[in-house]
C-alpha cells in the first residue's frame, strides 16, 4: 500500500528538541521530493521545508520560520523522512505533516500525505 | 509570495456552483495547487498546474488562473465537498498556501 506514517509526536519544553519520523512504503522513496507541513490548531498550513530527491542530490530548502532550527534528512534505505526540531518555541506547537512531491506536476504539488503527528511544545 | 483566498468562509447549498479565488502577490505562471481538507484529517490534492484535476477526484471540481488570479470551481456541491480549501504556489521559495476557505452547509 502506498502510504506515509509519521511518529515521534510529543510533550516537549520549550528550548528542547525532538525529532519527527515519517516511514514511507509502496513507492520508490529516494526518486521523491519530500516535504514537511505544518498545521497550528485551528489554524492553516505552513510550509515547513523540503528535501529533494537523488537526481538533485537530496539538497534541502526551508521556511524562514524554520531555518537554522530545524533539520531535514532522510534515510533513503529504511524508506523514512525525519525531521528534526531544535531550540523548539510554543509557537511551533502543531501537526507535522510528511507529504510526497508530485513527480508528474515536476514536484509542484504534494500528491500523497501522512496522517500527521500531535508535537507540542508547552512547560 | 503571498495568497489571498476569497471568501475565507462561505455558505451554499447541494447542487450551487461554488467559486473561491486565490490571488498571488507576485506571477507565479501555472504553479498553483489546491487542496482539500476535512476535520481531522490530511490535505488531499485536487487540481494542480492551476488546471490539471488529480486523478480520482471528480470532474465537478476545476479550477482556471495563470499569473496572479486563480480559481477554483465546484459545479455543483455534493455533501461531501464541506470542507476546507486551500491554494498553494509552488513556483518560488519559501512554498506558500492561502489562509484557507471554510466551505459550509447553508
Known amino acids: 500500500e502506498v502510504q506515509l506514517v509519521e511518529s515521534g509526536g510529543d510533550l516537549v519544553q520549550p528550548g528542547g528538541s525532538l525529532i519527527v519520523s515519517c516511514a514511507a512504503s509502496?513507492?520508490?522513496?529516494?526518486?521523491?521530493?519530500m516535504d514537511w507541513v505544518r498545521q497550528a490548531p485551528g489554524k492553516g498550513l505552513e510550509w515547513v521545508g523540503r528535501?529533494?530527491?537523488?537526481?538533485?542530490?537530496?539538497?534541502?530548502e526551508y521556511a524562514a520560520s524554520v531555518k537554522g532550527r530545524f533539520i531535514i534528512s532522510r534515510d533513503n534505505s529504511k524508506n523514512s523522512l525525519y525531521l528534526q526540531m531544535n531550540s523548539l518555541q510554543t509557537e511551533d506547537t502543531a501537526i507535522y505533516y510528511c507529504?510526497?512531491?508530485?513527480?508528474?506536476?515536476?514536484?509542484?504539488?504534494?500528491?500523497?500525505w501522512g496522517r500527521g503527528a500531535l508535537v507540542i511544545v508547552s512547560s | 509570495i503571498q495568497l489571498t483566498q476569497s471568501p475565507s468562509s462561505l455558505s451554499a447549498s447541494v447542487g450551487d456552483r461554488v467559486t473561491i479565488t486565490c490571488r498571488a502577490s507576485?506571477?507565479?505562471?501555472?504553479?498553483l495547487a489546491w487542496y482539500q481538507q476535512k476535520p481531522g484529517k490530511a490535505p488531499k490534492l485536487l487540481i494542480y498546474?492551476?488546471?490539471t484535476l488529480e486523478g480520482g477526484v471528480p470532474s465537478r471540481f476545476s479550477g482556471s488562473g495563470s499569473g496572479t488570479d486563480f480559481t477554483l470551481t465546484i459545479s455543483s456541491l455534493q455533501p461531501e465537498d464541506f470542507a476546507t480549501y486551500y491554494c498553494?504556489?509552488?513556483?518560488?521559495?519559501?512554498?506558500?498556501f492561502g489562509q484557507g476557505t471554510r466551505l459550509e452547509i447553508k
Open positions: 507529504a510526497r512531491g508530485d513527480e508528474s506536476s515536476g514536484w509542484r504539488s504534494f500528491d500523497l
Open positions: 509502496g513507492f520508490t522513496f529516494s526518486d521523491h521530493y
Open positions: 528535501t529533494r530527491n537523488r537526481d538533485n542530490s537530496y539538497t534541502t
Open positions: 507576485q506571477g507565479i505562471s501555472s504553479y
Open positions: 498546474g492551476a488546471s
Open positions: 498553494q504556489q509552488l513556483n518560488t521559495y519559501p512554498i506558500t
